[in-house]
């Protein structure tokens, strides 16, 4: 009895079980059968078995044999794909915890991404607020410059100047030439 190995690989530990279970039936069968040869030949210790009796006990012992090699290839084979699958099980799952590992990473990150921008901003803003500090101070330090010096412009315009003006005399009349607009 010849099986052959299934080609749907979902199930080997369960192939593997009814195999083992099948191969442990077949030590009774042949723990059995020995039992019972020892005894028949105990019992009858002058009987000797007839050569084609004998024959058939051995062929069916080799039929036993061959079925049981052919078991142990399967058992080897199914043991072989379970041995690779929990290989590569411990693979995945060690992908799976680098994996989780760098998600927590990275979901850290990304909570810890506001404070950070914030903190950034504060900095940026600081800066920006104290230049518009330093430039209103200068603003109002201009300012009040310009109030002085308009100031002081103002006074100076403000101050009765004397221009001195050549009296209108007749006396002093002579010397002084008025300018013409040319004929008008």
Do not use: C, W
Request: glycine share 4%.
């Amino acid at each position: 009895m010849t099986q052959s190995i299934p080609s749907d690989t979902h199930g080997p530990q369960a192939e593997v079980a009814r195999l083992e279970a099948e191969l442990e039936m077949r030590d009774q069968l042949v723990q059995q059968l020995s039992q019972e040869l020892f005894r028949l030949v105990k019992g009858n210790a002058g009987f000797m078995p007839s050569p084609e009796v004998s024959e058939q006990h051995q062929a069916e012992v080799r039929a036993l044999r061959d079925q049981l090699r052919s078991v142990e290839k399967q058992v080897d084979f199914y043991q072989g794909q379970l041995e690779e699958r929990d290989a590569e099980m411990v693979k995945l799952r060690q992908t799976v915890q680098e994996l989780t590992d760098r998600s927590r990473m990275l979901e850290q990150v990304v909570q810890e991404l506001p404070t950070v921008y914030r903190q950034k901003f504060s900095d940026r803003l600081t800066l920006v607020k104290q230049r518009v500090a330093e430039l209103q101070r200068e603003n109002r330090q201009l300012q009040a410059e310009l109030q002085s010096a308009t100031y002081r412009l103002a006074m100076r315009t403000k101050r009765p100047q004397r221009l001195e003006l050549p009296s209108l005399n007749q006396g002093g009349l002579e010397g002084l030439s008025l300018p013409t607009f040319g004929g008008a």
